[in-house]
């Protein structure tokens, strides 16, 4: 889910400036767009979706937190491969979980324990979220008079069109994609017991990475995502490329891409126009969601609208009142 080691590295790289844990009472009175389906898999895994979910939805309203639910559409045809890999998975998590059952009662108390904590991680590897799950979960949010959004793409576009258009303060997702689109503020982590987040602040990040906003993204991008499963570079060697790049620059006194400078000077790239069609898609550039939004009013005081999109276009609003 989103850049492989990408997490690692800014936690390397970052000061407590840039990435902290606080408590959401920090967020009173703000607006925070979630990434549903991760939550949705997360407490399922835990045996207690909408229990888990009644609790966060509660959490919310305890420190007077305005959320908006986003849910998945369709998937893009660029994630298709990715897709099938982690079905592959699913299935190969199963069989193992399966076998291990079918073997369990065999052994002695010591092994047993270790099995049952091999089963039990393997069950969290292949849980599969159905449209009962979905429903069930829409049913709670109508309950709590939550607003919630329906995306034709994934989730986290239309999070991240929400934030960029300053409708959300910040985003709660452990999708390190979200760092890609721009977000000003990511919270990560978030705990139902203690109530706190890891919150990322991406512009004192790119302060404390001396990069760009842009540049962030392409190294990013270059790194592997969703998108682009089978590139064979990783983060750490296009770090290495980034810094010969700006000194390059340095020593030269010009200024230049560095996509185009890896292209020109290097064989690191090896499909250049997939990797700025890939690049492109973070950019949210006449994007018929952020467009839409533009007519959306969203207020802190739970006199907000759910809306479905279909297309690019709003086919249902609600006004809670």
């Not at 491969?81 to 299935?91: G, P, S, Y």
Request: proline fraction near 1%; charged fraction near 30%.
């Amino acid at each position: 889910m989103g850049i492989k080691n990408l997490n690692r590295f800014l936690r390397e790289n970052c000061t407590k400036k840039s990435i902290n844990k606080v408590h959401l009472k920090q967020f009173a009175n703000k607006i925070i767009v979630i990434d549903t389906s991760i939550y949705i898999y997360r407490f399922l895994s835990d045996g207690a979706l909408l229990e888990n979910m009644s609790l966060l939805i509660s959490i919310f309203k305890t420190y007077k937190i305005t959320p908006i639910f986003v849910f998945d559409g369709k998937p893009p045809p660029e994630k298709k491969q990715l897709l099938i890999q982690r079905l592959m998975e699913k299935k190969e998590a199963e069989e193992k979980f399966l076998n291990i059952q079918s073997t369990i009662e065999s052994v002695n108390e010591d092994e047993k324990t270790a099995l049952l904590m091999e089963m039990d991680k393997l069950k969290r590897q292949f849980i599969r979220v159905t449209e009962d799950d979905i429903r069930k979960t829409k049913d709670l949010m109508d309950l709590h008079k939550i607003t919630y959004f329906e995306s034709l793409g994934e989730a986290d576009e239309l999070c991240a069109c929400l934030t960029k258009s300053r409708k959300a303060w910040g985003c709660l997702s452990d999708d390190m994609d979200m760092f890609l689109y721009g977000c000003s503020y990511v919270l990560r982590n978030i705990s139902l017991v203690h109530h706190t987040v890891l919150l990322y602040n991406t512009r004192k990040i790119l302060k404390e990475l001396e990069m760009t906003e842009n540049e962030f993204c392409q190294i990013m991008v270059l790194s592997g995502t969703d998108y682009n499963i089978h590139s064979d570079t990783c983060l750490s060697e296009t770090i290495k490329w980034f810094h010969e790049f700006k000194k390059y620059c340095f020593h030269k006194k010009f200024t230049m891409d560095f996509y185009e400078w890896l292209y020109k000077y290097t064989k690191y790239i090896r499909d250049y126009d997939n990797l700025l069609k890939t690049y492109e898609m973070f950019q949210l550039t006449n994007n018929k969601i952020c467009n839409q939004l533009e007519n959306i009013v969203i207020d802190k005081n739970n006199d907000v609208k759910q809306c479905q999109f279909e297309q690019g276009k709003i086919i249902s609003v609600i006004q809670y009142v």
